[in-house]
Nanobody, 123 residues
Framework: QVQLAESGGDSVRSGGSLRLSCAVI????????MAWFRQAPGREREGVAT???????TYADSVKGRFAISKDISKKILYLQMNDLKPEDTAMYYC?????????????????WGQGAQVTVSS
């Protein structure tokens, strides 16, 4: 089990950019997949982006071409670069970790979660 701590949430105008960070506390190895999820008020949690132990990334259709997930293994930090933000991207964003994940954007596959970082995009 690992602890996760997000940072970087903010309020921006439509078309702006933000970078979220997620610090990993604890041991993490090549059995772990990492991901970003988001949840807007009144909506279900949505998988946004994942990165596997080998660096292969997967994105939800709604963010393809705008968001980029990456990780710095030495610093144990996961990132989510968000460009061309839209009002519909407004949500609480959560970092998650899970071992041997099969269904990449499914929340139930991930066992460890951060507290969340709020992203608000105004038009």
């Amino acid at each position: 089990q690992v602890q996760l701590a997000e940072s970087g949430g903010d309020s921006v105008r439509s078309g702006g950019s933000l970078r979220l960070s997620c610090a990993v506390i604890g041991h993490i190895d090549k059995t772990y997949w990492m991901a970003w999820f988001r949840q807007a008020p009144g909506r279900e949690r949505e998988g946004v982006a994942t990165i596997d132990p080998y660096g292969t990334t997967t994105y939800a259709d709604s963010v393809k071409g705008r968001f980029a997930i990456s990780k710095d293994i030495s610093k144990k930090i996961l990132y989510l670069q968000m460009n061309d933000l839209k009002p519909e991207d407004t949500a609480m964003y959560y970092c998650a970790a899970g071992r041997y994940v099969a269904d990449l954007l499914a929340g139930h596959e991930y066992t460890d979660w951060g507290q969340g970082a709020q992203v608000t995009v105004s038009s």
